[in-house]
């Protein structure tokens, strides 16, 4: 009976890695990775994650919809933040832009431990990832995704909202599929 649950198990974990790839840990080069968002949640690691990431490293992501539309915007979701911090002064640091870094809109500056979930009503974002040259931490994973404008706006409005389409890795993260108060 013992050899009997341990194949299910194995057979659940393959089942739950092919529906869920890992996250993709991107080497920074200084070169831009370009990465297209579709409809099922995809992420990104820092570099060398779960290990520390490099004393100066500089990443950059440029994130498009699979479907360049008015019906679909880009959703952020900052799962796990560790970024080096130790002066208070966001020497290492995550920026989210609605848009491209040169052009876009700031929509958030990510230092320490603080994560959280960004909506971009643009079908294009961008993360730049920054280190200096003396403390390094775990880095982050960052889940994103392209939503239909009406999903969002039901998931904003429900009492008790979950991610949609990425509960099992929220839940995996948090112990919940709800999003705190």
């Not at 890992?22 to 990104?44: E, F, H, N, P």
């Not at 230092?111 to 294009?124: D, P, Y």
Request: glycine residues 6%; hydrophobic residues 35%.
């Amino acid at each position: 009976m013992k050899f009997l649950r341990r194949d299910a198990l194995w057979i659940y974990v393959l089942i739950i890695c092919l529906a869920f790839p890992l996250a993709t840990s991107l080497k920074c080069d200084g070169k831009t990775q370009k990465l297209v968002a579709k409809t099922m949640a995809q992420s990104i690691r820092s570099p060398g994650h779960p290990n520390n990431y490099e004393a100066n490293d500089e990443c950059t992501y440029i994130i498009h919809t699979e479907l360049p539309s008015e019906e679909y915007m880009m959703q952020i979701s900052v799962m796990e933040l560790a970024l080096s911090d130790p002066k208070g002064d966001c020497s290492d640091y995550l920026e989210i832009y609605e848009g491209d870094k040169a052009s876009g809109t700031l929509l958030e500056r990510l230092c320490g431990e603080s994560g959280g979930e960004f909506k971009s009503h643009s079908s294009t974002v961008t993360l730049y990832f920054k280190s200096d040259d003396s403390f390094e931490d775990k880095g982050y994973t960052v889940f994103y995704q392209m939503v239909k404008y009406a999903s969002h706006l039901c998931m904003e409005k429900a009492d008790n909202p979950i991610i949609i389409g990425l509960e099992p890795m929220y839940k995996a993260f948090h112990g919940s599929n709800t999003l705190p108060k």
